[in-house]
């Protein structure tokens, strides 16, 4: 079928190209292929795209049945409208009409001019060939064509001149004859000459129509059968179906909607037990509830709870963290309350704590404070001790630094700032007597042993042994001769004596000039030994002297620190040398350091021993107070911060069981401190009795002049001596009164 | 690429070695240290794979939150999580839901996108839909834990109730629905069980104390005003909260019903709950205990006066027929709840406590209405809780206002046009002060136009905080008598009438005296009586209040003394104790200095009466 398509195609282009030479043929062949075609058609009916060509054959062939050599014109005709239809021509109909009408205009028309039959068959040779020949070609018999006479100039003059459409005619040379142009030829030359299209009625741009009808054919170039599988059942599908009928029987498939569970069930038991627990094994911190409201967030709060506009505008002073939240406000009726304006912004602060805050337990104290005060013996129960002041010594004019009480307990000593020493007589408060020692004192202390009353006395540089004159005449001779200054011992130490002992001619006693300040005096329990103390004296800070040889000497090669303080060991060859941390305690029969305590104290300003000799107090400037027990560590027993500022000096009583601290917050506080000869029970320390009644001194300035004012006087209590054998308390201030507190 | 493979396989190595290492040496300490017990926000997302918005719904949802570890080894500003809580999150099977929810709205999107209108249809409609309820199991093992709970719930779940469905912040008008309906359902609950114990009216709120299985939960509804959405509050957050809180309500809503024998969730009377009356609905539904709903109630429920529009009408006239019909067969119902009631009742009686059976009478035979501008929801929860007949002005109302059986109406409006006299015209203050004290107050104070005494926090111990206002010792001296059955002090300087009712009320007190021999009561009436001794004795009583109010007076400035044995004892503090116990005393000055100022101000605030008063003299 293809080929005879494709014949039929050829055909009909090859009539469209060739004007005469094939066209005596063209019946035949157009018959052939209509035979053809009518053959193929028969075979296989059912063709879709080829319609019109079926339609087109099957006239075809009609015609092919009938007269074939009658019917040239239709055959032509029909012939013409398959080629229009073939290339689009939208005309075709008129055309046809055209030509059926009048057979001859078509002959003479162009398009008629390629079917008129040629008379000449010499075929497309160059006419030259004929050029001296009488004819010029050839008729379909056979036959010669000859020439016709060649017009000369006069008669194609005349017939121009006779005939006025000589100008309409043209020569055929092919043909050797005048050919007269019809009107359409004219205008179709005249167009050419224009540059148009030659055929007016042709519309070079008409709409382009397709030539195949494309519309539900499928590919139009297939043409393989269809195939059977497209007619029978699919038999997957039958599978499938099977399966799911199987399964709706056996009711694998529901086809209903699964019921709805109800939303809510009861999820717990009756159980009541709880759990502190998690799920995964942590304990369950519950979040803290909010604090449930109290009468000022009422919408009508008691009037007490509004605060006033001016307590309102002092909270905009307030810093913004401490300014409060919430301002209570009243409404006369619950009609007026608003909406609170941050009622979602709470709670959705309330959820991010609930999310975002780190949670831990802690807790929380909800107790009476006053439980964790420790539980102690009442101080009723632990008496006698000092409690109400009893006498006042006055007659100092400028602050008492220092005081001493004689061991027998008549006597007073004091120095002042205001450069005198006092001897007091203790039960009448009586002055007995007054040294002017031109210079302010520091430190003054009576001899503890009974037998050699003799005071040594810190002045600035100096320290000043004196007789204060008390006792029989026996011991005033005694120490008449201990004070008398013996030359002989400085004469045979050749090399220069460390201290000179020199007579103090004044007052009748002897001076140790030392090379700095003197600030602390202390005497061994026996009274020969006693030992000064001048902080900025380097290796010279400690010295020891010894009364009844008149002789000093230096027990350290050098110290850490400052010293501050120093004391002898009560009955065992030990001293406790105070520097600004740490108190070390040298073994003075091995000179070696037997202990180094570790107080932790910021800076220590004075000491006290218990009279056992184990026990010590420290007083500090850091306000706090350590009581040490060295047989237990050579760390604090007990910290006690007392006192609200510097504490000046601490003190032990010889035999009751009281201690005492005073401090620059003019207080002075006595507490029993009971040691127990039982070495498993620690010492009892019990704050007894807070005492009052200094007033506040002045504190002199320690920049002016280095050497009147060293060390700078504490404003309060400047230290605190007890009564060697009754529980009674000497106190002095800085307001220049000495007092003393009894039981 | 070789390099690449050979580099990388040499850090497995040496992270495997580390690991080793980090096992033996946890392994020879004993107990993991901090860095092992804790991880830090960012790497537990990273250990979960999941984005910060979905690691806080987490969070949320499970209940986890960050703990602190004594050392912060990754910095002092991280969040610590604990690690068994992360790995606790790891295996949640909501993890696992949510990624396969999030893939499937990407199939939804994808077919959107692609105009697959069918298949994005099918795909809405078949969702994956999750639960919380094995959450609450898992947070709460017992029902006990989850009352414990139940505080931040119920303040969320009626806040949502109280708020807009939203679309700019996303609030949608599901939750708010169902919240409404569990704050409602639990509301009824708390009426039928008379377990409502104390109620603040607050600038903030109303604040509900109720107990339920011996746990007493405080929580605050806002005022029924419209809540304006601030827009610094992320509520992708709490919608997360309000999701979980639904689910735990809800379920405590069951076993609470289930408790009672009732079907949960209760069916709601549409045109009650059109009505806007859902809780009255409710309420009506569990009506089981409240004996003093008569049924007079039920049938004039049926009444509906307020249709606005044509449509409404007619559809109301259809169903005035149908009315009929229920509201003889609710009649019929409602004789055989009777029936039932008075077998539950005797069942029931020996389980209520002491507290319950106070509340339940306190107003049993009072017959309310409300009047249009009072908080109806909240007095009607008020109100049945406490035992007394409620009706309003509006629609669905259970009696009209003319009814006689009217007791109290309660008004918040500067005047009355048209007055009962059988009846008191109250502020709706008087039902909260009533239910807070357990005893029918004089009226007089808190009648139609006249500023109500102060409404006090029934959350404060007076004495505890150190400053008694005064109208707490009134109603405290109203109290005694009222337990008593005493005439009213005559040298009461308040200068209330009490009036018949007080009298009724105590009369009523007495018999329940002699039911119940209260022992806490007689111990009362033992220091009322000395009270009373004392004042025959000559002593005025406003003088001992006097004598009373020096005694914290000598407590706040102790006179400095010379030997305080505190001041001794706090010398031997350790240093810990001793900044403890400065903390204490500090805070304890403060709470002293506040009580100071308020007392500084009713001072004033007294003086100045007395001055106006002259003057008017």
């Given at each position: 079928m293809a080929a005879s398509d494709d014949d039929a195609l050829q055909v009909l282009s090859g009539d469209d190209q060739d004007d005469g030479a094939y066209s005596s043929d063209f019946e035949e062949e157009e018959a052939d292929s209509g035979e053809e075609e009518a053959d193929l058609d028969e075979e296989e009916g059912d063709f879709d795209d080829e319609d019109e060509e079926d339609e087109d054959s099957d006239e075809e062939d009609g015609a092919a049945d009938g007269n074939v050599e009658a019917n040239d014109s239709a055959n032509h005709e029909e012939i013409r409208e398959a080629l229009l239809d073939y290339i689009g021509n939208g005309n075709a109909g008129a055309d046809g009409d055209e030509e059926s009408d009048d057979r001859e205009a078509a002959d003479e028309s162009d398009s008629s001019e390629d079917e008129a039959p040629p008379r000449n068959t010499v075929g497309e040779i160059p006419l030259e060939f004929y050029k001296d020949e009488e004819h010029i070609g050839y008729d379909r018999a056979g036959r010669k064509l000859k020439k016709q006479a060649r017009k000369d100039q006069l008669d194609s003059f005349l017939d121009r001149s006779d005939d006025p459409k000589d100008w309409h005619k043209v020569y055929d040379e092919y043909n050797d004859e005048y050919v007269e142009l019809t009107k359409e030829e004219m205008g179709m030359i005249s167009r050419i000459r224009q540059g148009k299209l030659p055929h007016a009625e042709v519309d070079a741009y008409q709409p382009y129509v397709d030539w195949f009808d494309w519309d539900g054919k499928g590919h139009p170039l297939s043409n393989a059968p269809e195939p059977k599988r497209r007619f029978i059942p699919s038999k997957w599908e039958a599978k499938k179906v099977v399966k799911l009928v199987r399964a709706l029987r056996k009711g694998w498939i529901k086809l209903d909607k699964p019921k709805e569970k109800p939303r809510f069930y009861l999820m717990w038991g009756d159980d009541l037990k709880v759990n502190e627990k998690t799920a995964n094994g942590l304990a369950y911190i519950p979040a803290p509830k909010a604090k449930l409201p109290g009468h000022e967030e009422s919408y009508n709060p008691p009037v007490e709870y509004i605060p006033s506009e001016e307590e309102i505008n002092s909270y905009q002073l307030m810093y913004e963290e401490d300014r409060p939240k919430f301002i209570p406000k009243k409404f006369d009726s619950l009609r007026h309350v608003p909406a609170y304006a941050e009622f979602i912004k709470e709670i959705f602060e309330r959820c991010l704590d609930l999310y975002l805050c780190p949670r831990t337990r802690k807790k929380r104290l909800n107790i009476d404070p006053d439980s964790l005060l420790p539980k102690l013996p009442k101080p009723k129960d632990l008496q006698p001790y000092p409690t109400t002041c009893f006498l006042e010594y006055k007659g100092h004019t400028g602050a008492v630094s220092s005081i001493s009480a004689d061991p027998t307990g008549e006597w007073l000593l004091s120095g002042s700032r205001d450069g005198t020493v006092r001897v007091w007589e203790v039960q009448t408060g009586r002055c007995k007597k007054v040294w002017d020692m031109g210079g302010s004192v520091f430190c003054v202390a009576w001899n503890p042993n009974p037998a050699l009353p003799v005071v040594a006395i810190a002045v600035s540089n100096d320290v000043v042994l004196l007789d204060p004159e008390v006792g029989d005449e026996e011991v005033q001779l005694n120490i008449a001769k201990l004070l008398a200054v013996q030359p002989s011992t400085s004469e045979p130490t050749e090399n220069t004596p460390l201290i000179g002992w020199k007579r103090h001619d004044k007052l009748r006693g002897i001076q140790l000039s030392h090379q700095q300040n003197v600030v602390r005096v202390s005497w061994h329990n026996k009274g020969d030994y006693f030992v000064s103390v001048s902080p900025d004296g380097n290796n010279r800070a400690v010295l020891v002297h010894q009364l009844s040889k008149q002789q000093s000497q230096n027990p350290f090669r050098k110290h850490h620190?400052?010293?501050?303080?120093?004391?002898?060991?009560?009955?065992?060859?030990?001293?406790?040398?105070?520097?600004?941390?740490?108190?070390?305690?040298?073994?003075?029969?091995?000179?070696?350091?037997?202990?180094?305590?570790?107080?932790?104290?910021?800076?220590?300003?004075?000491?006290?021993?218990?009279?056992?000799?184990?026990?010590?107090?420290?007083?500090?400037?850091?306000?706090?107070?350590?009581?040490?027990?060295?047989?237990?560590s050579v760390k604090p027993y007990k910290t006690i911060k007392n006192h609200k500022e510097d504490i000046n000096a601490v003190a032990f009583h010889k035999s009751y069981p009281l201690f005492a601290s005073c401090s620059d917050d003019l207080s002075t506080h006595v507490f029993h401190g009971m040691v127990y000869s039982d070495l498993m029970q620690n010492p009892l320390i019990v704050p007894l009795k807070i005492l009052h009644g200094h007033q506040k001194g002045e504190r002199s300035p320690s920049g002016s002049s280095m050497l009147q004012s060293y060390p700078a006087t504490s404003p309060g209590v400047s230290d605190i001596k007890f009564h060697p054998t009754q529980p009674w308390l000497f106190t002095a201030g800085a307001d220049s009164v000495i007092k003393l507190f009894c039981n | 690429m070789c390099s690449d493979l050979s580099s990388s396989q040499v850090k497995q190595v040496k992270n495997a070695v580390k690991a080793a290492k980090r096992k033996l040496h946890t392994g020879r300490r004993g107990n993991p240290g901090n860095a092992a017990k804790y991880i830090t926000r960012n790497k537990a997302l990273n250990r979960l794979q999941i984005k910060l918005p979905e690691f806080r719904r987490l969070c949320i949802l499970k209940g986890i939150h960050p703990r602190e570890p004594k050392k912060k080894f990754e910095g002092q500003n991280k969040t610590y999580y604990h690690v068994k809580d992360i790995n606790f999150l790891l295996h949640e099977p909501l993890l696992e839901k949510s990624r396969e929810i999030r893939a499937y709205e990407k199939k939804i999107t994808k077919a959107r996108a692609k105009y697959n209108t069918d298949l994005a249809h099918r795909l809405q409609n078949n969702r994956p839909s999750f639960t919380l309820d094995h959450l609450v199991k898992e947070r709460y093992p017992s029902f006990i834990d989850a009352v414990r709970d139940l505080e931040d719930p119920l303040t969320m779940i009626h806040l949502f109730a109280t708020l807009p469905a939203d679309t700019t912040h996303s609030v949608p008008f599901e939750r708010v629905h169902s919240c409404r309906r569990l704050s409602l359902e639990w509301q009824a609950y708390v009426t039928r069980t008379h377990s409502l114990r104390k109620i603040f009216v607050s600038v903030k709120g109303i604040y509900y104390q109720v107990e339920v299985s011996g746990q007493k939960i405080t929580y605050l509804t806002p005022h029924v005003l419209n809540q304006v959405l601030p827009e610094d509050v992320d509520f992708r957050v709490m919608l997360t909260f309000a999701e979980f809180y639904e689910t735990l309500l809800g379920f405590v809503n069951f076993k609470l019903y289930h408790s009672l024998g009732l079907n949960y969730p209760p069916v709601l009377d549409p045109r009650l709950e059109q009505a806007a009356a859902e809780l009255y609905a409710l309420m009506k539904d569990l009506a089981g205990g409240t004996t003093s709903a008569p049924l007079l109630e039920d049938a004039s429920a049926k009444e509906d006066d307020a249709p606005v529009s044509v449509d409404e009408q007619q559809s109301l006239m259809e169903a005035e027929n149908k009315e009929k019909r229920i509201a003889e067969s609710q009649a019929r119902l409602a004789s055989l709840q009777d029936r039932l009631k008075q077998i539950e009742k005797e069942k029931e009686k020996p389980q209520d406590d002491l507290e319950t059976r106070t509340c339940r009478r306190l107003f049993q035979n009072l017959t309310f209405f409300l009047g249009r501008e009072v908080p109806r929801e909240s007095l009607l929860f008020v109100i049945r809780s406490f035992g007394g007949a409620v009706s309003w002005d509006g629609d669905g109302a259970p009696f009209p206002e003319n009814d006689e059986v009217i007791t109290h109406q309660i008004v918040d409006r500067p005047t009355q046009g048209h007055k009962f006299l059988s009846r008191h015209y109250v502020q709706p203050q008087w039902v909260y002060d009533c239910a807070n004290n357990r005893i029918l107050l004089p009226t007089e104070p808190y009648l139609l136009g006249r500023i109500p005494p102060p409404h006090l926090s029934p959350f404060v111990d007076n004495e505890a905080e150190g400053h008694v206002p005064e109208y707490a010792d009134t109603i405290k001296r109203l109290r005694l008598a009222a337990n008593q059955q005493l005439a009213p002090l005559p040298g009461s300087e308040s200068g209330i009438d009490e009036g018949e009712l007080l009298v009724a009320a105590a009369a009523r007190r007495r018999e329940d005296l002699e039911a119940e021999k209260e022992r806490e009561l007689a111990a009362m009436e033992k220091s009322y009586a000395e009270d009373l001794r004392r004042e025959l004795a000559g002593k005025s009583f406003s003088g001992e209040e006097e004598a009373l109010a020096d005694v914290p007076e000598s407590e706040v400035l102790p006179p400095p003394k010379e030997d305080d044995p505190k001041d001794m004892a706090k010398m031997m503090l350790s240093r810990n104790k001793r900044n403890l116990y400065q903390a204490m005393e500090m805070s304890n000055t403060k709470k002293k200095e506040e009580v100071k100022l308020i007392k500084e101000r009713k001072r004033k605030a007294d003086e100045k009466e007395r001055k106006k008063k002259t003057r008017t003299m």
């Open positions: 620190g400052r010293v501050a303080d120093v004391l002898f060991h009560p009955a065992r060859p030990f001293m406790f040398v105070a520097t600004k941390m740490h108190v070390r305690v040298y073994n003075l029969a091995k000179q070696e350091l037997s202990k180094k305590l570790i107080t932790g104290l910021q800076e220590i300003s004075s000491m006290a021993l218990h009279s056992g000799g184990d026990n010590l107090i420290l007083g500090s400037k850091g306000a706090k107070l350590c009581w040490f027990d060295m047989d237990l | -």
